[in-house]
C-alpha cells in the first residue's frame, strides 16, 4: 500500500514528461497550437504532483530528481524544439544556438536548484521557474506573434524573449515561489491565493489570451522584488 502510494505522484511526473515528448511529436509535425496545448498540460501536472506528495506524505529525493528530469524535458527540450522548428529553423545555426537556450538554461537551473534545495526558502525562487519560462514563451507563440504585433516587431520580439527569457532563468532575480496548498498557507497568504485564481479564471475567460500579459506581470513583480530587496539591505544599519 506504501509503495503504491509513492507511485502516484510520481504517476504525475511521468505525464508531465510526456505531455513534453509529446509536445516535440507535435512540434516535428508544424502542429505548433498543439505543441503549445501539450506544454500547457505539462504545467498542470507539475503542479498536480507536488500537490499529491504533500497530501499523501510522500515527498522523496527520488520524486525531486524525476521531477527536474521532467521539467528539463517539458520545459526545456519541448520550448526548444518548439522554438526552432517554428521560428529559428529559417536562421540555420545561429537560430539552432538561439533556441537551445531555453533547453540549456533550463537544465542549468534545475540542477542549481536541486543543489540549494538544502536550507531553500520556500518563499522565493531565484531566477525565473522553468514552468513560467516555457508559459511565457508559449502563450507569446501562440497568442501574440504574428497577432498582436506586425511581423518585422515580431520577429524581433521572439529573439528578445527567447533570450531575455533563457537568461533570467540563471539569473538572481528573487521571484515569488507559489505555496504549498494547505489551510497553514491558504491563511497566512490568502492574497496570494486570491491572485493565482484571478489569472486562472482570468485566463480561462480570455480563452488563454490573458496568459502572456500575466506571465509578463509575473517577470516584472520579480525585479520589484529584487530591487526592492537590495533597498531595504541599504537601509540596514551596519555594526561597527
Known sequence: MVASKKFIP???TILNAFCGFMS???ASNSEFNNAVYFIFFAVIFDMLDGMV??????SSDF???LDSLSDVISFG?????????FFFKDYGEAGLAISAMIMAFS??????????????NKDVFFGLPTPMAALTVCSYIMFVHGKMLDDETSRTFIFVVTIGISLLMVSKIRFAAIPALSMKTIKTRKYTYILIILGFILSVLTKGKAIFPISIVYILSGFIMTIADIKGRKRQPRNI
Open 24 to 26: 516535440a511529436v507535435a
Open 10 to 12: 510520481s504517476l504525475f
Open 107 to 120: 537544465a542549468i537551473r534545475l540542477a542549481r536548484f536541486n543543489v540549494d534545495l538544502v536550507g531553500f
Open 53 to 58: 506528495a504533500r497530501i499523501l506524505k510522500t
Open 63 to 65: 520524486g525531486v530528481e
Open 77 to 85: 527540450f519541448a520550448p526548444s524544439f518548439l522554438l526552432y522548428n
